[in-house]
C-alpha cells in the first residue's frame, strides 16, 4: 500500500528520485510535479563479457573438470531471512528432480555467494545435506573484487533472487551486465529487470507472486511481503535449461538481457537523468 506514514518526509522534500519503478508509479500518483524514476546503473567495466574459451576455462578451475558441462545457476545475497536461502535451496532441489526424472541425469551446480554460517539466516550446510543436495551445491564464502565476481556471473546460465522484497536487487543487474539471463520473483525493483517493459518480453524467467503477506514493525506499520512459490522456481529453472540447449537460443537470450541492461540501466543514462 501507499506508504501513507513516510508522507512527512515527502511533503518535506524538493524532489524524489527513485531508483524502483514500483516506488516511482506509487510515489508519482501522490506527487506527480516532483517525483522521477532514475534507475540504479552500473560502469560498464565493472560486469561484462568474457569470451566462451574464457568462461570455460574459469569454470574448470573454480568448479572442477567434473562439472565442465554442468547448468550453473548463481545466487548472491546475504544469508537471511528477507532472501529465502532455504527457500532456494528446496526449489533446486526440486529441479535437480525434474532434471533427473525427464534427462536421466542431474548435471546441475548452484553456487551460493555467501555465507552460510550467517547469524542472520540458517545453517545453509544443513539445509543441504538435508535436501541431499551438497554435491551440486557450490558455497562461494571469501569476499571477491569485481573481476573475480564477474567471473562467476560469466560461469552462470542464471542468476537467481527470489526475495520476498527487494528494492531494486543489484546482483540481478550485474549477472544482467555480463549477459547472464535472471529468474527472479516480479516484485519491487526486480519487476523493471525480468520484465522488457517495452513488451513485455523475459530476461530470462519471471516468476508470478502466489502469496502475499501484509507484514510490519512500529516503524513500518505496513507493507507487503512477497512469496514464489519452490516448485515455479524450479519449473523455471528447467525451462531455461532446455531453451539453453539450442546455442542460437542461447546466444540470442545473451544478447537481449546485455542490450536491455545496458541501455535501461546505463551509467550515463543515470548520471543525465540526476
Known amino acids: 500500500p501507499f506508504p501513507e506514514f513516510n508522507r512527512f518526509y515527502y511533503d518535506?522534500?524538493?524532489?524524489i528520485n527513485c531508483h524502483s519503478h514500483m516506488t516511482y508509479t506509487m510515489i508519482k500518483e501522490k506527487y506527480p510535479n516532483k517525483t522521477n524514476f532514475i534507475p540504479h546503473a552500473l560502469p560498464d567495466n565493472l560486469f561484462h563479457p568474457i569470451s566462451?574459451?574464457?568462461?570455460?576455462?574459469?569454470?574448470?578451475?573454480l568448479l572442477g573438470e567434473d562439472r565442465k558441462d554442468d547448468f550453473v545457476g548463481i545466487w548472491v545475497n546475504r544469508n537471511a531471512?528477507?532472501?529465502?536461502?532455504?527457500?532456494?535451496?528446496?526449489?533446486?532441489?526440486?529441479?535437480?528432480k525434474l532434471l533427473d526424472k525427464r534427462e536421466g541425469h542431474k548435471k546441475a551446480t548452484l553456487?551460493?555467494?555467501?555465507?552460510?554460517?550467517?547469524?542472520e539466516g540458517p545453517n545453509l550446510f544443513a539445509t543441504a545435506e538435508m535436501l541431499g543436495i551438497q554435491d551440486n551445491v557450490f558455497f562461494s564464502r571469501d569476499r571477491l573484487d569485481f573481476e573475480k565476481m564477474n567471473v562467476l556471473?560469466?560461469?552462470?546460465d542464471y542468476c537467481l533472487n527470489i526475495s520476498f522484497a527487494e528494492g531494486f536487487?543489484?546482483?540481478?543487474?550485474e549477472a544482467m551486465m555480463t549477459g547472464?539471463?535472471?529468474?527472479?520473483?516480479?516484485?519491487?525493483?526486480?519487476?523493471?529487470?525480468?520484465v522488457d517493459h517495452r513488451n513485455n518480453t523475459e530476461n530470462g524467467i519471471a516468476l508470478d507472486i502466489k502469496t502475499k503477506s501484509l507484514v510490519g514493525s512500529q516503524s513500518v506499520p505496513y507493507i507487503y511481503e512477497d512469496y514464489v512459490d519452490d516448485y515455479d522456481v524450479a519449473k523455471g529453472m528447467f525451462k531455461l535449461f532446455k531453451h539453453n540447449k539450442s546455442e542460437k537460443k542461447k546466444l540470442a537470450l545473451k544478447n537481449k538481457v546485455l542490450n536491455y541492461a545496458r541501455r535501461e540501466f546505463s551509467y550515463e543514462k543515470t548520471v543525465n537523468l540526476w
Open 169 to 173: 536487487g543489484l546482483t540481478t543487474l
Open 111 to 119: 553456487i551460493m555467494h555467501t555465507e552460510p554460517t550467517d547469524q
Open 153 to 156: 556471473y560469466n560461469i552462470s
Open 81 to 96: 531471512k528477507r532472501k529465502r536461502p532455504n527457500d532456494v535451496l528446496l526449489s533446486f532441489s526440486k529441479f535437480l
Open 180 to 194: 547472464t539471463p535472471i529468474i527472479a520473483a516480479k516484485t519491487g525493483g526486480l519487476t523493471r529487470q525480468v
Open 52 to 61: 566462451a574459451e574464457e568462461s570455460k576455462i574459469h569454470k574448470v578451475n
Open 12 to 15: 518535506a522534500t524538493d524532489q
